[in-house]
């Protein structure tokens, strides 16, 4: 494997894991579903995205 | 489409040839560990010992799991397909989705627990590690996971109250909140005792409330979403806030630093309440982003350092305390309470509230049950060995110096190494001395609760891999800093979760304080769930008899017997939906837990011996106390009355907690009698079956942005 190829790899998995790939996954839905209404802009879909947190909180464990 | 393998083909010689090394290896690692005596082994035995066992568990036991018990069906559409609605339901790929499961499950739990089971010697904690978390641990997450995701995400809760009716539903729920108040409390208070009378540790812990609020405001408003970004940012001023640590002890500063136990208690209560009751997005969900980070990050790290240093073990295989019961971290012989003390890293009931959470609705095909849940389990497992190993690397007199509590050992370095001495070990004065300012501590004696003592192991590790001696008093409070940081994540956003339950349940009773939006609703439950850990918390660090080793039996009972609770569930749903003859795979780890914690409890309980049986001592100490007498380790009649108190309190939770889990396994057996007698089998409670048409492929990830599946 190439380092180009590793450093890919890292860096799609983080953004994966960390949520960072989100909006560009709900541009790709939205395009398809909505083709005709405009897209959230990322300040207010990241907003939105947090703000769902605070009503659905997720346990860690020990 | 993927089709389901149903054609079993010969292996080939080259995997018959793999399989035979692998376990080859694991065999010659169990003989060494179990069978030298006499001289020291090497760490390296425990590792292959564990990696080889977790291959084969893996590869034979989980996918018979998977096959027969089970029988997952990849061409059964999973809820994650079906209820897409890229919020709650997403078909998320299976190694980021282990990930995220990971870093849910594994926090300190296995971090500490091996660590205070070291008492026991190193061969009871690693059996238990091991083979619990292939036999017990990683299948109840695993059929958990899968019976949730069959069912749209349930919850625990629910799954009990439709499984086995009313009666055990409720039971259960009120065990899940007691229990989570209990396994706050303790964590919190492994945070106290770590970060007491060390200005080091509190300003690097203290610095991480700033950081977070900056982490937050930053992805807010200046660079939404750029979470990679900002958490590196994040990462790099903790290091600098460790690193400062060091100055502040050094400066005038450090007596602003230097916080009693009380005092700690009252910062985290208020911290709790404060971050329960602000929105997400300005601490909780930043912190969240530093921990996962740190959590991988450190974990990778010790690994690679267990390995290229492979240290040696000093402590003893089996201890003597294993079998008489008298250890002085906790009382109590080796069954059952080695069992207890070691939840996390091999049977851990909070694990099933994760796995009936977000997890099962994100799974793409049923079969990922086995990488995610087992696999999960079995790298905290593995996390939990090398706690073990890093407990066990340390000079056993060190090991005692540091874990008795304070009321055994005194507060000087001279009366601790004459205490420990009367246990059976050397460590002189000096050499105490000597290893407090090796790490940049004060004082290293009667630090109880783990996290010191993993961070004594860590930073020897550490240190001789990266940076030598010089760098020991970093690594230290490195290892300091990433324990505090999980534990707060989890208390944060537990308490966070107990609230929403409370709200849930006094919502039934009384409407508005149901509702989440309602400012007053929030505060009082907040404080209600704070005011509850926070009670435990404060006892525990004022028992004169030591809080880890009164309340820490009582945190791994609670955390075993919520694994009891799931364990029915999953036996119950095998017998009702006509799987008996498979249902030994999740009866037997229930019987062994069952009759663990049962035991355990009742001998907490009902005990004649003081220092085991909460009643006992509490009728030790109010006879005394009636008399005016002083029994050590109390130090005046107040000290006699705390402990009067504190063990009436524990024994009561203790007594508590067995009734819950016997009348849900009662009523449980019940119900299972019930659908044996019946003619007809109940009806199925699963999401009916609709075909998946989504194409997983199976090869490795692309590196770039496209997503890993595409509909035919």
Redesign the interface.
């Known amino acids: 494997m190439t380092p180009r190829?590793l450093f890919?790899?890292v860096?799609?998995?983080?953004?994966?894991?960390?949520?960072?790939?989100?909006?560009?996954?709900?541009l790709?839905?939205h395009r398809r579903t909505h083709p005709d209404t405009p897209a959230l802009p990322?300040?207010e879909?990241?907003?939105r995205r947090?703000?769902?947190?605070?009503?659905?909180?997720?346990?860690?464990?020990? | 489409m993927t089709a389901p393998e149903t054609t079993r083909t010969r292996p080939s010689w080259r995997t018959v040839l793999v399989w035979t090394a692998i376990s080859i290896a694991a065999a010659a690692g169990w003989g060494v560990i179990a069978l030298v005596r006499g001289e020291e082994i090497s760490a390296f035995w425990l590792v292959i010992a564990a990696l080889g066992s977790y291959a084969i568990g893996y590869r034979f036991y989980a996918r018979f799991i998977a096959d027969k018990v089970l029988r997952v069906d990849d061409t059964r559409a999973t809820p994650a397909e079906r209820l897409d609605d890229d919020v709650d339901f997403q078909p998320t790929d299976r190694r980021v989705l282990l990930g995220h499961h990971f870093a849910a499950i594994a926090g300190a739990g296995p971090l500490v627990g091996p660590v205070l089971a070291a008492q026991m010697g190193y061969l009871p904690g690693t059996m238990w590690i091991i083979i619990g978390a292939i036999f017990a641990g990683a299948v109840q997450d695993m059929v958990v996971l899968f019976i949730s995701m069959r069912r749209n995400g349930k919850s625990l809760g629910q799954l009990a109250r439709d499984e086995i009716g009313p009666i055990g539903g409720a039971a259960a729920l009120v065990g899940v909140f007691s229990i989570m108040i209990i396994i706050l409390a303790v964590l919190a208070l492994v945070v106290v005792n770590a970060l007491a009378a060390s200005p080091w540790g509190t300003f690097s812990i203290a610095m991480t409330i700033p950081i977070a609020l900056l982490m937050g405001f930053y992805l807010r408003t200046i660079r939404p979403g750029r979470v990679i970004e900002t958490s590196l940012i994040g990462v790099a001023l903790l290091v600098l806030a460790i690193v400062a640590g060091g100055w502040v002890q050094a400066s005038s500063w450090a007596d602003a630093f230097t916080l009693s136990p009380q005092t700690l208690v009252f910062c985290l209560v208020v911290y709790g309440f404060v971050a329960a009751v602000l929105p997400v997005w300005m601490l909780l969900a930043p912190r969240d982003y530093l921990s996962t980070f740190m959590k991988i990050g450190t974990i990778a790290l010790l690994a690679v350092g267990v390995l290229i240093v492979a240290p040696a073990l000093q402590a003893d295989a089996v201890s003597d305390f294993a079998l008489n019961g008298m250890g002085p971290v906790f009382s109590g012989e080796l069954f059952p309470f080695v069992f207890i003390t070691i939840a996390c890293g091999a049977l851990s009931g909070f694990h099933a509230l994760i796995a009936s959470g977000t997890t099962p609705k994100m799974i793409q095909k049923e079969s990922q049950v086995r990488m995610i849940g087992y696999g999960a389990m079995l790298m905290e497992s593995f996390v939990a060995v090398m706690a073990l190993i890093a407990a066990c690397i340390l000079d056993p007199g060190l090991y005692y110096a540091m874990n008795a509590p304070a009321g055994v050992l005194g507060t000087t370095v001279e009366s601790a190494s004459t205490a420990v001495a009367n246990l059976g070990f050397t460590i002189s004065p000096q050499d105490l001395q000597a290893a407090a300012d090796a790490v940049g501590e004060e004082s290293l004696v009667a630090r109880t609760g783990g996290a010191p003592t993993l961070a004594v192991g860590m930073s020897e590790i550490l240190s001789s891999v990266f940076g030598g001696d010089g760098l020991k008093a970093f690594w230290y409070h490195f290892a300091i800093m990433f324990e505090a940081l999980f534990i707060l994540t989890t208390v944060d956003a537990g308490t966070r979760v107990g609230r929403f339950m409370l709200q849930d349940t006094l919502g039934n009773v009384w409407k508005p304080i149901g509702r989440v939006s309602w400012k007053p609703g929030i505060w009082i439950t907040s404080a209600l769930v704070v005011a509850a850990w926070g009670y435990f918390l404060y006892a525990g660090v004022n028992d004169p008899l030591g809080g880890i080793n009164q309340l820490f039996p009582l945190f791994g009972i609670a955390n075993q017997l919520l694994a009891a609770i799931a364990l029915t569930i999953a036996t119950t749903v095998l017998v009702k939906s006509g799987r008996l003859k498979w249902a030994w795979v999740t009866a037997a780890p229930l019987a062994w837990v069952a009759v663990v914690t049962l035991t355990a409890s009742w001998q907490k309980v009902f005990s004649d011996d003081p220092r085991i049986g909460f009643f006992a001592q509490r009728e030790r100490y109010a006879e005394a106390l009636e008399q005016g007498e002083v029994l050590a380790p109390a130090k005046d009649l107040g000290q006699m009355q705390t402990v009067v108190t504190n063990s009436t309190v524990d024994g009561v939770l203790a007594a508590f907690f067995a009734l819950l889990v016997v009348l849900i396994i009662a009523n449980a057996a019940w119900i299972c009698w019930r659908a044996l007698r019946s003619a007809e089998p109940p009806p199925s409670t699963e999401a009916p079956y609709v075909e998946s048409r989504l194409l997983v492929t199976a090869g490795r990830a692309t590196g770039t942005d496209e997503s890993q599946e595409e509909r035919p």
């Open positions: 190829r890919g790899l860096r799609w998995y983080l953004r994966e894991l960390t949520g960072e790939a989100a909006y560009g996954r709900y790709d839905r990322r300040r879909f990241e907003r947090t703000d769902r947190k605070d009503a659905h909180p997720t346990a860690r464990c020990c």
